[in-house]
């Protein structure tokens, strides 16, 4: 089908725990397209101990964002893969308006442009419940909650069987400290993708699968995709 050809670029927008990994994860597979999580790119490069590692590090461990230079620059890399030739679902990026910017303008010249950005709405109190509770295999990167997603067995991956761990910065005072950050430098994208007509709100306070259900409802209205 004609719409199934074109690219299709989601943005996932939402404060830090508000639940973008675990949706992108599942979208990713129904839709065929790449999930592109910012984040995990740094801890990737955390773990292979390269320069931008080791410069991430130093704003991550503190729950302040990496400078928008760098970032847009990995996160422009990434898009140019091969698996994103079908689009991409964005998760954790773009988080300051500059890189909303770097991004539309990145797409346009390609003739592409951001066609919805579903923005998971959760309130503060869940944000923190979901933050602390959160553990992450270390070779697949899936995502549980102690209380809310439980692996089958404690500390290890449903799906590949790998160790789980928590994140460093998923501790209370760094949670706060990105919150903080989140409302002063992210939520202003709310505005920018309202005026530019792409921005429509999930009730994230559902379950996993509620949330989900919506999501693809509404990527369906714009893309005609995923319901096959
Ligand atoms: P983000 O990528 O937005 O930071 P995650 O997807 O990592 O958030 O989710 C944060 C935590 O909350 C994880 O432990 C995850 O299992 C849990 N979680 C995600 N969505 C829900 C939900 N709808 N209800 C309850 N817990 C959830
Ligand atoms: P996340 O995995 O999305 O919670 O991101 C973890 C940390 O990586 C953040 O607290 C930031 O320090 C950094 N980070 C991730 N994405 C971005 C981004 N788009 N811009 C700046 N910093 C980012």
């Not at 984040?39 to 928008?68: C, I, S």
């Not at 430098?185 to 559902?206: A, K, M, N, S, W």
Request: proline fraction near 4%; charged fraction near 25%; aromatic fraction near 6%.
């Amino acid at each position: 089908m004609t719409a199934a050809t074109k690219p299709l670029y989601i943005v996932l927008l939402g404060a830090p725990g508000a639940g973008k990994g675990t949706q992108a994860r599942l979208l990713t597979e129904e839709l065929g397209i790449a999930h592109v999580a910012s984040g995990d790119l740094f801890r990737e490069h955390l773990n292979n101990q390269t320069e931008l590692g080791r410069l991430a590090k130093q704003y991550m461990d503190r729950g302040e964002l990496v400078p928008d230079d760098v970032t847009i620059r990995m996160v422009m890399e990434r898009l140019e893969r091969p698996d994103c030739a079908k689009g991409a679902i964005l998760d954790g990026f773009p988080r300051t308006v500059a890189q909303a910017r770097a991004l539309d303008e990145a797409l346009s010249t390609r003739g592409l442009q951001v066609d919805i950005v579903p923005y998971i709405k959760v309130s503060e109190e869940t944000l923190v419940a979901r933050l602390s509770g959160r553990w992450i295999c270390r070779q697949c990167q899936a995502t549980y909650h102690t209380l809310f997603n439980p692996p089958k067995k404690p500390g290890v991956c449903d799906i590949c069987g790998g160790e789980l761990y928590q994140r460093s910065d998923d501790t209370e005072e760094t949670v706060r400290r990105r919150l903080q950050v989140y409302f002063e430098q992210t939520l202003p994208l709310i505005e920018y993708y309202q005026e530019r007509g792409l921005l429509v709100e999930i009730d994230g306070e559902q379950e996993i699968d509620a949330v989900y259900r919506d999501l693809l409802a509404a990527i369906h209205q714009v893309a005609g995709v995923g319901t096959e």
